[in-house]
Nanobody, 117 residues
Framework: QVRLVESGGGLVQPGASLRLTCSAP??????????MGWYRQAAGMQRELVAS???????KYPDSVKGRFTISRDGTENAMYLQMNSLKSEDTAVYYC?????????WGQGTQVTVSS
């Protein structure tokens, strides 16, 4: 199956930082081509886009994470990253990576981020 693999989540206290990694196995996905994004899905809510990056490196963030999250991509290593600083309890969710708009077959299992005091 062609699925992206997310890693780097964990249980942290408010104000902590985490760096998430998205990997494309065996070069099945070319990060150079499409706009890529990080998504998250909190319990009882729909999946939402929290960061995107174009082939040229332009980034977008919703107000809820702007100034705290930074998305980046590495086409050579088929990897994408999400640096999350000053984490808040409302950031608790399962985080996924995909293209934007997403390719349905590429959804992985995600990585759990839990922020709790």
């Amino acid at each position: 199956q062609v699925r992206l693999v997310e890693s780097g989540g964990g249980l942290v206290q408010p104000g902590a930082s985490l760096r998430l990694t998205c990997s494309a196995p065996a070069s099945y996905f070319n990060f150079r081509m499409p706009t890529m994004g990080w998504y998250r899905q909190a319990a009882g809510m729909q999946r939402e886009l929290v960061a995107s990056i174009t082939k040229g490196g332009a980034t977008k963030y919703p107000d809820s994470v702007k100034g705290r999250f930074t998305i980046s991509r590495d086409g050579t290593e088929n990897a994408m990253y999400l640096q999350m600083n000053s984490l808040k309890s409302e950031d608790t969710a399962v985080y996924y990576c995909n293209a934007f708009p997403p390719y349905n077959d590429y959804w992985g299992q995600g990585t759990q981020v839990t922020v709790s005091s």
